[in-house]
């Protein structure tokens, strides 16, 4: 009855609301829980990174449960691929000690970006030394 594309974006938009009101509660949350310096400018950075994590965290999900034929299958399949994106992140292992077979994937790894951009966001401007 209708064409892929424009189902495929009515999922989408459809998710964005509720995506954008679990990013600014969970946003406040741990924001103060972490403790990061109370700027405008910084946590709306902080808020526009979560937003997006969790946005290509359920556009990925939808889109493995809709090219598997089974339902269990494609939790089967998200699982298995987000386990390797977060080992594989730069958070658990660092990214100078991630094996050379394996550093393609960090390059394309959608957390390690999501990673990086809270952390550029976030500590970018500090001087002071945090480890000896």
Do not use: H
Not at 62 to 78: K, V
Not at 94 to 116: D, E, G, M, R, T
């Amino acid at each position: 009855m209708y064409g892929a594309i424009p189902y495929a974006l009515a999922q989408g938009v459809i998710e964005l609301p509720y995506l954008l009101v679990q990013a600014v509660v969970y946003s406040l949350i741990t924001y103060s829980m972490i403790r990061f310096e109370w700027t405008y400018d910084k946590f709306l950075w902080y808020l526009l990174f979560q937003f997006l994590t969790l946005l290509y965290f359920t556009c990925f999900g939808m889109m493995t449960s809709s090219i598997t034929p089974a339902e269990g299958l494609g939790m089967l399949l998200s699982a298995f691929i987000y386990s390797f994106w977060n080992l594989l992140c730069g958070f658990l292992l660092p990214a100078p000690k991630i094996p050379v077979y394996w550093k393609w994937f960090y390059w394309i790894n959608p957390v390690a970006w999501s990673l990086y951009g809270l952390a550029a966001s976030q500590l970018g401007d500090v001087t002071t030394l945090v480890w000896r």
